[in-house]
């Protein structure tokens, strides 16, 4: 048994595969037997002194109880250093209260996860307020950015201009185009409900007759991207391409994007989408050669 190997469950399979194979590791799969009650036995495989324990936490209410339940199996099977990679890492968007009575998820999910890990991985957390996730989680978190991996598959910058659909993305989109060789703006944002955004170009002149691709970290509900793609082709853009890490967002949102125009839409792997371009395995691989040395 070799020193470190990629541990999954079934439905990550795939992205934890290619993981390990960019590592030269095993990958094993955790067995989960579902009682008729609804309750779930954890059994973790074999476990060598390393697991890197591969677990995108999208959609993440079903994932928690099994992902915790198998920190408890792997320590008892052997493992004494558990490594998380979560390509999305979830709970984070409430990373403050912004109404009486909300709760503080980030805080709930770093008091959950923090202390079953040694480190934690993660690519483009969605939060605006926090710089350092290790005093949330009390542990060491890794933070990668899928820029350059976004940025490889657009391909040259030729007439592309790189738009952020809101100020609290205005990183990204610079990040995206500084990895693309093209310039980058954001869109002024006005929301006033989840499915109600008003938003504006700043200098129409710079978008008329350009490449347009909008990038972001997240997509859910898709409402601000298409509305995006109706402004910048209201503007004048060519042709409106979408581009984001974590493509949470459903078929009617899809439809929805394309209807308004998006000529292109690619995500990353970290959530399992039929718009996935871009595998993490090397980018995440490259943080990781250390835990397999």
Known sequence: MTDAAVHAFAEDEPPASRLAAALGVPLRLVDLHAFPDGETLVTAPESPPTVIAYRSL???????????????AWRRAGARRLVLVA??????RQDTLFQPGQSLSRDVIGGLL?????????VNPHLHRTTDLGPVFGTEVTVLSAAGELARVLGGAGQAVVVGPDE?????????????????????????GDRQVELTAPDPSALAGRRAILVDDICSSGATLARAVERLRAAGAASVEIAVTHALFDAEAEARLKAAGAARIVSTDSCAHPTNAVALAPLLAGALRSETA
Do not use: Q
């Not at 992902?67 to 408890?72: H, S, T, V, W, Y």
């Not at 390509?87 to 984070?92: A, F, G, K, R, V």
């Not at 923090?114 to 993660?122: A, D, L, N, S």
């Open 87 to 92: 390509p999305y890492l979830c709970y984070l």
């Open 168 to 192: 609290e993305s205005a990183p990204w989109a610079a990040a995206v185009g500084e990895a693309m060789g093209a310039p980058s703006l954001t869109l002024l944002k006005h929301r006033s």
């Open 58 to 72: 999208d959609r993440p209410n079903g994932k928690l109880v099994p992902l915790l339940l198998a920190c408890d």
């Open 114 to 122: 923090g202390p079953r890990f040694e480190r934690i991985v993660t």
